[in-house]
């Protein structure tokens, strides 16, 4: 900061007491002190200003952490839904197997195919 806006002020002041006339002690030193204020709190402007970078800069750091926690999760999460599919899958196969091996192992019952015996019943001719 080696133009602050204190030495603006003083800048501004001497070019006032040049071009308007002459100043008195007092008026300049008044007008050194305002500047010099001036640049204390420039100062303390550009203190604060950097500790919110840094506090923003740790917050992005944060944020960022956070994301790959949730990136982790996420995959996590995919790779669980894979395996269950898989896992699902293998269910159903071994659900088949067992079916088949009942099939196998218990006895069967037959069906029996009952015959109905109809008796020829007269046909009576049709009078038209």
């Not at 133009?3 to 006339?21: C, E, P, Q, R």
């Not at 839904?81 to 192992?105: I, P």
Request: with cysteine.
């Amino acid at each position: 900061m080696n133009f602050t806006a204190g030495k603006m002020a003083v800048a501004m002041i001497a070019i006032g007491v040049s071009l308007g006339g002459c100043a008195t002690r007092e008026s300049v030193q008044n007008a050194q002190n305002a500047a010099d204020a001036a640049d204390r709190h420039a100062g303390t402007a550009q203190a604060r200003a950097d500790e919110a970078y840094g506090v923003g800069n740790n917050a992005l750091g944060v944020g960022n952490n956070a994301l790959s926690v949730g990136n982790g999760a996420m995959t996590s999460a995919q790779m669980a839904n894979q395996k269950a599919d898989m896992n699902t899958d293998d269910v159903g196969k071994l659900k088949r197997k067992v079916a088949y091996l009942e099939w196998k192992v218990l006895p069967h019952h037959k069906k029996r195919h009952h015959r109905v015996h109809h008796t020829p019943t007269e046909t009576k001719p049709n009078n038209s």
